[in-house]
Structure formats: C-alpha cells, structure tokens
C-alpha cells in the first residue's frame, strides 16, 4: 500500500538578504526562511552536525494563534551510505539507531524555466523509382491524449518520381527530392472547410536540412489560462513527444502496431527529446495551494471568496525561477512511524529558493550538505536553446541540439 508523507512547503521571498545567522524562530521576519537547530537557536554550516537534528522555519504574518511555520524533525546524524535516486546515486547520513538519521530521501532540482522541444531526424532513405512511401507521426500529450484514441496519429504519402530512360530503376532516389515530396504534403492544411481543423501544423515544423535529413521539432504546447481562483488548481505541466514511422506502401488501417512494424524506407532518430519546466512561478504557487492545509493551524480550506483565506501566505513572485530541496523523513521518534495499522506516515520539506538577485541557494546548501551529505541535482541538464543553420542542399549543414537521455 503507497505510503502518505506529510509535506511542508517553503518558499523563500524574493529580497530576502541573507540565510538568518543569528536569533531564533520568534525572531523570523515575515516570510523569512532559516534552519535551526534543536534548540531552536540558529544552525550554520559549521554548528548543524552537532545538533541531534533541525528544523526548516519560516515567519508568518499571521501569527494569531500560531507560530513560525515550521517543519517536523529532521537528522541527519550518523554514518553515511550511498542510496540510488533515479538513477543517480547520492549519500546520506543515516544509522539505525533512534535519535540518529531519520532521512530517507535528500536531492536538489535546479530551476529551468524552458521546456525543450523533441527534434526528430530522418535520414537513410531508400526509395526506388515510382515507390509509394508514407510517413506516420504519432504525437503523445496529456491534452492529446485525452482528445485522440492513441494519440495524434496522421499519416502522409508521396510516390517517388519515375525514372527517366536511361536511369536504373533499382538506384535510389535522391533523399533531397523524398524530403522536399514530404515536407511538401506535411504543410499542407487539414482536410475539411473548418479553419480550426487541426493539421500536422498544428503541433510539428518540418525543415530540409542539407538535403539528407528530414528535421521534425515538435511546438511548445499552449499554454492554458490562469483564472484568478484561489481554490482552483489551474497549473498544468504538459510535454509533447512523439514516434515517426517511414514505410512502403501506402497509409494502412491494419493494427497500428503491426503496420509499424512492416517495410521501413528510412531511419527516424531523436535528437532531442522533450522535456519540462522546472521550479516556474506557477507550478511553485501551486505547490503553496497543494500543500496549504498542512501548512496552516487552522483555517485549512481554501474558499473562492479571498476574505475567507485569511492564513493563506503566498511568498511566490511571478517570473521568478526556483531551485528547489526536496528531504523526505520518518519521524524523529521511532514509535510515530505509522498513522495507522497498515500506512506508513512520514515528512517531506520542500525549499523553494528565487535564482537571481539574493540567490540564497548556495548558503542553504552548505547548511544542508553539512547535515545531510552531498547532494546530487535532479534538475540537470537544462535545455536553453537549440540552433540550426544549412544552407541550400545538398551543401553542408551545422547542427547543434542536446539529447537528453
């Protein structure tokens, strides 16, 4: 049975100056961010191992019958050994022992604020004289999804030239004339006299690059709007990825997979594979409506009209870009570990830090890395642009794109 973790939410505010060095929680401006020791004294890089374990506190500006917001215990006290976190390996301080390390999960994910596009090349063709060839893209989207039965599947198809007298009808055709056939029926609009009917357009561009590669680049998909309702959730993450499929033949209603299976006339490969944005303003705001009631004394439902969501703190500020810790943990006294008979409760800290300006991020790391041990960053590589310049074909071509794994 899955588990339930308890989840805190921290997010520093744009314009704080500095990681607190001195005082208490009490002593917290509002919506300042600091780690404490168990004495409630403030913790730094060189004093947070010696304490049995820490907390992650932030200022409030409601402190009607309530506190600092505060996290549960965290340690990180003990021997260290080295755990595999998708697929990257880490270590934590942890030990068996009660009163030692209660950690269970410790990474990083840097904040990137563009999402890259997939990027297909298709290359190798081999198509004789008079040859039908049909290219099938299937697109993959949480939208599409929802709109296609297995996805956005359209398919083209061109017939090779015939051969002139003197040709060989067993030669190839030139890829430089299959590609400009394709793009050509590619760009064309949607069947039907309804301007919004979607076409490949719609979601892919198609470019001759040297005239030996087809290029597909998926579009960033729409964004959605942002209704300024409190209790709605409206923050969407979204990737677009898809399949091409080039065969013989014409455009089969057989079994999708069975027909792609058949007769390929070329090499699809991806260069570049889609990817998300990462620690945006909208999705670390809706983390803040997610995990509000966990995060307020009382008051703990968020209502349409603002007046009643009187503990609501929103730190976020729009445009801004965030790193983001992410510590999961049982509870510090063993004999707390179940909520119930059968599912296992813990706690999870989510510190939510602005890049640029009073980028805070290293000094909080440093404080964590000395309880918690290294720290490995979920949020690499980051995808900033993708640029490709060719000339007319079949000249030369330069490329630059990243494949992510």
């Not at 063709?125 to 989207?141: D, K, M, P, Y």
């Not at 699809?268 to 670390?284: K, L, M, N, V, W």
């Not at 059968?342 to 939510?352: G, K, P």
Request: glycine share 8%; charged share 15%; net charge negative.
């Amino acid at each position: 049975m899955a588990d339930f973790s308890l989840t805190t939410l921290f997010v520093v505010p744009v314009g704080q100056a500095s990681v607190p060095s001195s005082g208490s929680t009490q002593n917290l401006a509002k919506g300042d961010v600091g780690i404490f020791k168990s004495d409630y004294s403030v913790a730094t890089a060189s004093n947070i191992a010696a304490s049995p374990y820490f907390y992650v506190a932030q200022g409030r500006i409601n402190t009607y019958l309530q506190g600092s917001k505060r996290s549960d215990k965290i340690s990180g006290n003990g021997p260290t050994q080295t755990f595999s976190l998708t697929g990257n390996p880490q270590t934590i301080n942890v030990a068996p022992s009660p009163g030692k390390s209660n950690v269970t999960e410790w990474y990083k994910v840097s904040g990137c604020p563009t999402a890259a596009n997939q990027i297909t090349d298709v290359t190798n063709f081999t198509v004789q004289c008079g040859e039908s060839i049909t290219l099938t893209l299937r697109a993959h989207s949480s939208y599409i999804d929802t709109l296609y039965f297995n996805g956005f599947t359209r398919s083209v198809t061109i017939q090779a030239p015939c051969c002139n007298c003197a040709d060989n009808p067993c030669d190839d055709v030139s890829d430089n004339t299959i590609i400009d056939l394709l793009i050509a029926k590619l760009r064309q609009a949607a069947p039907g006299n309804n301007p919004d009917n979607i076409s490949f357009n719609t979601f892919f561009t198609f470019e001759n690059v040297g005239g030996t590669i087809l290029r597909i680049t998926g579009k960033p998909l729409t964004k959605y709007g942002q209704p300024c309702d409190i209790a709605a959730f409206p923050f969407e993450y979204d990737r677009m990825s898809f399949r091409t499929f080039v065969y013989a033949g014409p455009a089969t209603t057989a079994d999708f997979i069975v027909a792609d299976a058949c007769n390929f006339v070329a090499q699809p490969i991806i260069t570049q594979r889609a990817s998300y944005a990462t620690g945006t303003s909208a999705e670390i705001a809706q983390l803040e409506k997610n995990f509000y009631s966990y995060q307020a004394g009382y008051l703990k439902h968020l209502y349409r009209m603002n007046g009643y969501n009187e503990n609501f703190e929103s730190w976020v500020s729009d445009g801004a870009i965030y790193n983001t810790f992410y510590i999961r943990f049982n509870e510090y006294n063993r004999s707390e570990y179940q909520w119930g008979d059968y599912i296992m409760e813990d706690s999870t800290v989510i510190l939510a830090i602005p890049q640029g300006g009073y980028d805070l991020t290293a000094g909080f790391e440093a404080i964590l890395v000395a309880a918690l041990g290294a720290v490995v960053d979920q949020g690499i590589p980051c995808i900033t642009t993708t640029t490709t310049t060719s000339t007319a074909a079949p000249s030369t071509t330069t490329t630059t794109s990243t494949n992510i794994p």
